[in-house]
């Protein structure tokens, strides 16, 4: 009786996790959505954020919660991704705070030769990281591959767009 009983609690725990996997297995791909920044005919940003909607006459722009609607007569040209500085900028953040982290933990005053404080280590690793991370940041946004699509309030070019998006 109790090698039955043995043999029925193991299947039904089986029985159990497996059942629990289609709870999971359903969950939907969220597409992706494109960053661009349009700028008018002055060559000066009048928008930026992901593409929510494009119409006939207009290019609708989400960003944190805060939406956006530009007039194709407006628009001069579209460039897709993020700008060189924010490659540059991420890059210098993390350098310096890894950096600055090992500075930091690396620190031995008492040291026979170059002795430094935690303070010492900190700010020289922090700067030390922000002027590398901020060049290499700088030098992987050459491989970022990003676009301009020119549209000069044109609607000819601007159904291209419209047709390439959806």
Do not use: C, H
């Amino acid at each position: 009786m109790t090698q039955l009983r043995s043999k029925l609690s193991i299947v039904m725990l089986i029985l159990v996790t497996f059942s629990s996997i289609n709870i999971y297995g359903q969950n939907q791909i969220r597409e992706k959505k494109m960053f661009v920044r349009v700028f008018d005919f002055d060559g000066k940003k009048i928008g930026k954020g992901y593409i929510s909607v494009v119409t006939d006459s207009t290019l609708e722009l989400s960003r944190s919660n805060e939406y956006l609607s530009l007039p194709l007569r407006n628009i001069n040209y579209i460039k897709t991704k993020r700008s060189i500085g924010s490659n540059a900028l991420i890059g210098s953040i993390a350098g310096s705070t890894t950096l600055g982290v090992l500075g930091a933990a690396s620190a031995d005053p008492d040291a026979w030769i170059l002795g430094y404080t935690t303070a010492e280590g900190t700010l020289a690793g922090g700067l030390i990281g922000a002027i590398g991370g901020g060049a290499i940041g700088g030098i992987t946004s050459i491989f970022k591959n990003s676009k301009n699509i020119v549209i000069e309030g044109d609607n000819e070019k601007w159904k291209i767009f419209k047709d390439n998006f959806n």
